[in-house]
């Protein structure tokens, strides 16, 4: 079963609440999202996935949300930090208020460009990034929705009320992260996974396969979390208990996901 079939429409919410017509999907919501009709989506936007059996599900703005830096070389911040400062010199002590968020005016103009040259602001992603985003979107549903509590319907009414007022599921940034992480598009057909050798925490026997979504050893290796990164499975690696022996085993992503393949 395609669990994308129990979605029935989606709804885009900007500041001003520009887009209260349903959406017929996820590309959609984030076009409209991207649009000017939109007012500060960068600060207010959301993106909620309806089903037909009334629940609902927000996506998280990470899908759809970027930081970028203010600045896009020290140059240009420098020339920021300057100007500010010759303009609060020349003109009224209000204007101290000005950039505060980027730099405080009362460090040294060393400190101060450092200071907003690490400034990020956020933004909708670019439209040339919606192609990646929907799969990657559609692959996080499909899981999403599998975790819903089973919901029973009698009837699907055609009138849905897409209100802000229906009951909204969300996941914990946890959640979100390891599912990230799982569903990461590359072009390489392997992932690594962490197992450990010794009897699971000591209370399951047989090898361990580390499912970081439920924070929890499985004796199935398809409820591990496959990691893209090398360097972050190293990272994970090193804060587990030495005691497990924990080691990263590199295994083809398709044996994972669908459940293809032999235990390791």
């Known amino acids: 079963m395609d669990y994308l079939e129990k979605i029935l429409a989606f709804k885009a919410i900007d500041m001003r609440h520009h887009f209260p017509e349903p959406l017929n999907n996820f590309r959609d919501a984030l076009e409209a999202l991207q649009s000017d009709r939109a007012y500060l989506p960068e600060m207010s936007g959301e993106i909620i996935c309806y089903l037909k059996n009334?629940?609902?599900?927000?996506?998280?703005?990470?899908?759809?949300?970027?930081?970028?830096?203010?600045?896009?070389?020290?140059?240009?911040?420098?020339?920021?930090?300057?100007?500010?400062?010759?303009?609060?010199?020349?003109?009224?002590s209000s204007i101290r208020l000005e950039g505060m968020l980027l730099a405080d005016y009362d460090q040294p103009i060393i400190d101060q460009v450092n200071e907003a040259f690490a400034g990020e602001e956020t933004e909708v992603i670019n439209s040339s990034e919606n192609d990646r985003v929907c799969k990657e979107v559609d692959l996080w549903l499909r899981v999403a929705i599998t975790a819903l509590p089973l919901?029973?319907?009698?009837?699907?009414?055609?009138?849905?009320?897409?209100?802000?007022?229906?009951?909204?599921?969300?996941?914990?940034?946890?959640?979100?992260?390891?599912?990230?992480?799982?569903?990461?598009?590359?072009?390489?057909?392997?992932?690594?996974?962490?197992?450990?050798?010794?009897?699971?925490?000591?209370?399951?026997?047989?090898?361990?396969?580390?499912?970081?979504?439920?924070?929890?050893?499985?004796?199935?290796?398809?409820?591990?979390?496959?990691?893209?990164?090398?360097?972050?499975?190293?990272?994970?690696?090193?804060?587990?208990?030495?005691?497990?022996?924990?080691?990263?085993?590199?295994?083809?992503y398709s044996h994972l996901i669908h459940g293809e393949g032999p235990e390791v």
């Not at 998280?60 to 020290?74: A, D, N, R, S």
């Open 151 to 252: 919901v029973e319907v009698n009837h699907i009414s055609s009138n849905l009320d897409l209100s802000t007022d229906v009951p909204e599921i969300k996941l914990s940034d946890d959640d979100i992260d390891a599912f990230r992480m799982m569903f990461a598009q590359t072009s390489d057909p392997y992932r690594w996974i962490i197992i450990s050798n010794v009897d699971i925490a000591r209370a399951i026997p047989g090898i361990g396969y580390l499912d970081l979504v439920n924070d929890q050893w499985s004796q199935s290796i398809h409820n591990a979390t496959p990691i893209k990164d090398l360097k972050i499975a190293n990272t994970i690696l090193e804060t587990l208990d030495a005691e497990l022996e924990p080691c990263i085993k590199k295994v083809l």
């Open 54 to 92: 009334g629940q609902s599900i927000s996506i998280p703005e990470q899908f759809f949300l970027v930081q970028v830096p203010h600045f896009e070389t020290k140059e240009k911040a420098e020339e920021w930090v300057l100007e500010r400062h010759k303009r609060i010199k020349n003109g009224s």
